[in-house]
């Protein structure tokens, strides 16, 4: 299928840039989670916890810094937001996978007790419509915890076998659906943030701009309307042709159209 572009030729000199923008994102997102150095920061625990073979742990971090937007906060309150949760406010880990996981009554007093300073923490702009509200907070941690749960812990959920599926990463990206308020960004994040922790290996075949908002604004610019499915396809064509990763063009299709 050859690509066919409704963009003009500026438009597509802008889309050329901006995929070369992503690119060099990309390459910055996975040193950012290598280079982390504050005790603040929920990438440097998340390392932490990778590098002591605590991969339950090490995937509930991801999974705290996933809900609070870490990878596209944009300042301190931001980036330290999902850190100061998992703290406690105090200055080391408490509400920990084996303490939370055991004791999930235990952290929804918690977070009852904290409605003041909960509303003082901040979102990253992939989750600026959540809710600082305890008992909304509360929703989205059961649904994960329940959910890791059945499958035996969050390392037995995001795990395939070779071989066990055409498409692992698009599998673990169903299997999330139950995760209350993880709807396409939410899941899409949390598994890209995953990759770059080095917990998963799977890369996504799919941009996935079926619920998506600023991406599939992008790829009808580009290629004119069409089904999000056909839109799709499209740019997986694109990323196979550029030899990039499909989360490349999923970032580049966002941000050209702003």
């Known amino acids: 299928m050859k690509q066919k572009s409704i963009a003009t030729l500026s438009e597509m000199e802008r889309f050329a840039y901006a995929l070369e923008r992503s690119i060099r994102q990309r390459s910055l997102a996975r040193n950012q989670f290598l280079t982390a150095k504050e005790e603040s920061d929920i990438l440097f625990l998340m390392r932490n916890s990778v590098l002591a073979g605590e991969t339950n742990e090490a995937l509930w971090r991801c999974f705290l810094a996933a809900h609070w937007g870490r990878t596209s906060a944009r300042n301190e309150m931001q980036i330290s937001s999902p850190a100061r949760l998992l703290c406690a406010f105090q200055r080391s880990p408490v509400w920990t996978w084996e303490r939370v996981s055991k004791s999930p009554m235990a952290f929804r007093d918690w977070l009852q007790s904290c409605s003041s300073e909960l509303a003082r923490l901040a979102f990253g702009n ?71 922790a080095g917990l998963i290996s799977y890369q996504p075949t799919s941009s996935y701009l079926k619920g998506a908002t600023g991406p599939l604004k992008g790829a009808r610019l580009l290629w004119g309307n069409g089904l999000p499915t056909k839109q799709d396809a499209r740019a997986a064509e694109l990323a196979q042709q550029l030899s990039v990763s499909s989360i490349v063009v999923e970032d580049a299709l966002c941000n050209w159209q702003k």
């Open 126 to 196: 992939h989750r600026k419509y959540e809710s600082r509200k305890p008992e909304k907070i509360w929703q989205v941690v059961e649904s994960f915890v329940l959910l890791a749960t059945a499958h035996g812990g969050p390392a037995n959920l995001v795990e395939c076998r070779d071989g066990e599926f055409d498409d692992p990463f698009d599998e673990v990206y169903r299997r999330l659906r139950p995760v209350w308020r993880f709807g396409r960004t939410g899941r899409f994040d949390f598994l890209v943030l995953l990759m770059d």
